[in-house]
């Protein structure tokens, strides 16, 4: 019977204590709650208040200075100059404003400009993006794709071009401006679009039979004659004006004939060279047109070329391009920085690709790897070999990956309907148009990244001291208390506070050459403090005065030789 009541005893006894120990937490937590609660809750929500104030503020000043620029690309008002190609987006005054208060997603208080090319996003269909490469493309290209001549005009992005069809023949993958890519009168205002936009399509072609296949091999370029350049430049300004391209080319066509094969029923166009000239207004003129596509074939040397051994071909022309690239000046490549809508920056583009379009005229685009050519079952298997380098890519002179497939698929396509029905005059036309869409030009300033790494060690810091100053106090409150019982005065625990601080800032703040004096300082007054203040206790004096042994490096027995000296009780 006692032990039972023992058991119960102690289970009574173990509650109490748990139960004690938690009023004593809660009834310490009542006398702190301000403390707590300034910590725990005040100090963070005055930060967010802080961010946000500081967002607001900023936001304000922005908004104020830099308005949002609301845009309509690719819409249907036409938003073109006196030669049919896009306005930029930086020209707000010549570009129409459109009113989209119908419409669903714009806002109804804002002025929307409408652009007929396109501003390529961030963010699309809430999927994020990477930003693009840095590479020099055209900055306002046109909304309609025209990968081959004999498309429909129509307005805004298919406006006719007013000109001669045997002269539209460039090999550009857009709608002709207004006289043609090669009119005098669009090339003297700006040659460099047309630098940005015409392709060279280059080919290496592998292929077990030619039988199907046919050759198309690079020809000689067509100069441009000194007669035929003065009697052109003479038209500039003109209503009247001409084209750069030489009578000898015009737009020909094969005649059915049964000898003809896939490569003689591709597209022909022309790719458009400069050169340096002496004449101070234009350091480049044109000087020759080279007729394109046109395809190498690899040598096999009576052997089957594998795969690998294709790459290992584009591989070593990558590497040539490349290296070729790092011999010219590095200022030169600044250029890809430039703005190209901008007339300051006509010469010096003009003189950058001078420089670099000849490198690329030696870098082929890919691989054309024949395995079946067959137009009479209309049978066709082939593999599409395309390389691809960021340093080439951002040289503008280079089109991307994808821009070579597309551009190649589309000619062979043609090229095969053409064979199978032995018909020249078959033609598949290929446009595309991107849809309109809203975009928004404002400037962004990351607030909250800003205010967040600035008031995050603010609080951080501000909250650790506080709960290094509360845990500092009480103790120095049981320590008074402690004191107090013991019979020592309030005037001798805030005099020995005062010069135990004063000790530790003369510490932090001394020099080498006053380290002796500070330390005999520091021992002769902790040495006085115990021998007379606490000379009736047992208590240790490093309770009262706290680490200051430790601050001070003094060793015990020296101290306690001290106090015999001073005739006191250890």
Not at 543 to 554: G, K, Q, R
Request: aromatic content about 12%; proline content about 5%.
């Amino acid at each position: 019977m006692d032990f039972i009541n023992n058991q119960e005893n102690s289970k009574v006894s173990s509650y109490s204590q748990l139960r004690a120990l938690a009023l004593n937490r809660i009834s310490y937590q009542k006398t702190h709650y301000k403390k707590s609660g300034l910590c725990i809750a005040l100090v963070p929500v005055l930060m967010v208040a802080a961010g946000g104030i500081i967002g607001m503020v900023v936001k304000s000043i922005i908004d104020f200075n830099f308005g949002r620029i609301s845009f309509l690309m690719c819409s249907n008002t036409e938003s073109i100059d006196r030669f049919n190609m896009p306005i930029p987006s930086n020209s707000l005054k010549s570009l129409p404003v459109i009113n989209l208060s119908k419409f669903k997603h714009s806002f109804k208080d804002s002025i929307y400009y409408s652009l007929n090319h396109y501003l390529l996003p961030e963010k699309i269909v809430g999927n994020e993006y990477p930003k693009p490469k840095l590479r020099l493309i055209d900055p306002n290209p046109s909304c309609g794709w025209a990968f081959t001549h004999d498309y429909s005009t129509s307005s805004p992005y298919f406006k006719s071009p007013n000109a001669d069809s045997d002269l539209i023949l460039d090999k550009t993958n857009k709608p002709s401006p207004l006289g043609g890519w090669f009119n005098s009168n669009f090339l003297t205002r700006s040659p460099v679009k047309l630098l940005l936009n015409q392709n060279y399509p280059y080919m290496l072609i592998n292929t077990k039979n030619f039988d199907n296949v046919g050759t198309l091999e690079k020809e000689k370029d067509v100069l441009i004659s000194p007669a035929e350049l003065l009697d052109v430049s003479s038209s500039i300004g003109n209503a009247g004006s001409k084209s750069f391209l030489p009578s000898a080319i015009r737009r020909t066509t094969i005649s059915n004939k049964e000898k003809a094969y896939l490569l003689d029923y591709l597209d022909t166009s022309y790719y458009m060279k400069f050169t340096q000239t002496n004449h101070p207004s234009s350091q480049f003129s044109p000087s020759s047109f080279v007729k394109v596509p046109f395809y190498e074939n690899i040598k096999n040397n009576s052997k089957n070329i594998l795969a690998s051994d294709i790459d290992d071909i584009l591989i070593a022309h990558i590497k040539d391009t490349t290296k070729k690239l790092k011999r010219i000046d590095s200022s030169l490549m600044d250029a890809i920085l430039l703005d190209s809508n901008k007339e300051s920056s006509i010469k010096t583009l003009m003189y950058y690709y001078g420089n670099v379009t000849p490198i690329f005229e030696q870098m082929p685009w890919g691989v054309l790897d024949l395995d079946i050519v067959d137009p009479g079952s209309r049978n066709w298997k082939y593999t599409l070999q395309i390389g691809a380098n960021d340093l080439i890519d951002s040289t503008g002179s280079y089109p991307s990956a994808i821009n070579r497939m597309i551009d190649q698929q589309i000619s062979l396509s043609n090229g095969f309907l053409r064979s199978s029905k032995q018909n020249a005059n078959a033609n598949i036309v290929h446009t595309m148009r991107a849809m309109p869409q809203l975009y928004y030009y404002e400037y962004t300033v990351p607030i909250g990244s800003l205010v967040g790494s600035s008031l995050y060690p603010f609080g951080l810091t501000f909250m650790v001291s506080m709960f290094v100053l509360i845990l500092v106090r009480e103790k120095q409150e049981k320590v008074l208390v402690m004191m107090q019982m013991n019979g020592l005065k309030l005037h001798a625990y805030y005099i020995v506070y005062y010069i135990h601080f004063l000790l530790l800032s003369l510490l932090v703040l001394h020099e080498s050459e006053q380290l002796d004096f500070i330390y005999l300082l520091c021992d002769f007054v902790w040495t006085c403090n115990r021998c007379f203040h606490f000379n009736i206790n047992q208590y240790d004096p490093a309770y009262f005065v706290p680490d200051m042994a430790s601050f001070c490096s003094i060793p015990r027995n020296r101290v306690d030789e001290r106090c015999i000296n001073f005739n006191c009780t250890a």
